[in-house]
Structures are given as structure tokens and as C-alpha cells.
């Protein structure tokens, strides 16, 4: 068996090379360039299932910042946290988060009685309200249109997964920019 001594390193550039694009290729891995802390967008704790706003503003995702399960809003714009209020409840597990097209509405899944269900944040109200209370089967996957009329979203009520279609109606303030026009569904 061939030992190999400091001579023999010294020798052979080459190992040396090898070395330190190794050394080097580690320390690239790092994220010590990324901006970390309890006011940036990345955390030192799991942050998952990433929704973004129709105009890219908004960002909306479930962070595990705080030992707490939470769904936080982020400005990209201002680089900065929006705080809804009322949207986050102690012993509430929110997921899915889904935003309209400036964010008004955020529609996502959480749980009454133990069975998922599907609700909508209003961030111009500040009230959440639940639009599934009647679905006898599991639900998941919400999405809400960029307007925010229609939130789609999966259901086993017939014993597999299909998809339902909620339409809030034509009444309901729609999450459009200032000036646009609107079609009609055909």
C-alpha cells in the first residue's frame, strides 16, 4: 500500500489545484450573500409554497418564522412586509396561498372542524370568510382569477379528484388596475 506523505503533496501541483477549486466551489455554496433576518424576504427556517400577485408585486407564502405556521405577504416593490390583519389565527394551519392581481385577495386552504376548506382574505377589508362551508368531501389547491371573481380549486365529494369552479358573482368588487376595462365572460 503506497502512503502518502507531505513530499509527495508537495510535489503534485495538480492535487493542490484540485484542492482549492474544491475549497473554493464549497464556499460558493454558502448563502452568506443572500440578506437573512426577520425583515428580508429568506429566513434561516422553512419558507414554502410561493404565490405571486398577477402584476408581480405581491408575494404571499407559508413561512415556519417564529416557530409559528404562518402565511406572509411580501412587498417586492418596497422590499418590505405587509401585516394582514386578522389572516393569521393561533392554532390555525393555513396553506395554499393564492393571490389576485394586486393582491387584494389572497384565497388559501385552512381548516373548520377538521376538514380543509377553502377561504378568501380580503386585504381591503381585512376579513377572511370561508367559500367552501358546504363541500361534504376534502378539498385542496385553491387558486383564485387575477380579477378575483372566480376561485377554482379541487374536490373528492365524488370519491376522486375533480375540479369546481366558484364563481363570487358579478357584484363583488373586482381586483383590477385603475382605468382597465373589464370583458364579460361569453
Known amino acids: 500500500m503506497k502512503k502518502f506523505t507531505s513530499e509527495f503533496w508537495l510535489q503534485k501541483p495538480i492535487y493542490w489545484s484540485l484542492i482549492f477549486g474544491f475549497t473554493s466551489l464549497l464556499a460558493s455554496c454558502g448563502s452568506g450573500d443572500l440578506p437573512l433576518g426577520p425583515t428580508s424576504l429568506n429566513s434561516r427556517y422553512t419558507e414554502e409554497q410561493p404565490a405571486l400577485s398577477g402584476n ?4 404571499a407564502f407559508i413561512s415556519h418564522r417564529n416557530n409559528t405556521h ?18 393569521n389565527r393561533r392554532e390555525t394551519i393555513i396553506e395554499s396561498p393564492s393571490l389576485s392581481y394586486t393582491g387584494r385577495y389572497i384565497a388559501y386552504l ?17 376579513q377572511s370568510q370561508i367559500v367552501t362551508p358546504t363541500y361534504r368531501g376534502w378539498v385542496r389547491n385553491p387558486a383564485i382569477s387575477p380579477d378575483g371573481r372566480y376561485i377554482v380549486f379541487e374536490t373528492a365529494a365524488r370519491g376522486q379528484w375533480d375540479i369546481e369552479v366558484l364563481d363570487r358573482g358579478p357584484t363583488i368588487e373586482l381586483d383590477i388596475p385603475n382605468g382597465a376595462t373589464v370583458e364579460p365572460p361569453q
Open 56 to 59: 408581480g408585486r405581491f408575494l
Open 110 to 126: 385552512t381548516s373548520d372542524q377538521g376538514r380543509p376548506v377553502v377561504a378568501l382574505y380580503d386585504r381591503a377589508t381585512q
Open 70 to 87: 404562518q402565511l406572509l405577504v411580501y412587498d417586492l416593490r418596497q422590499q418590505s412586509f405587509i401585516s394582514p390583519p386578522g389572516l
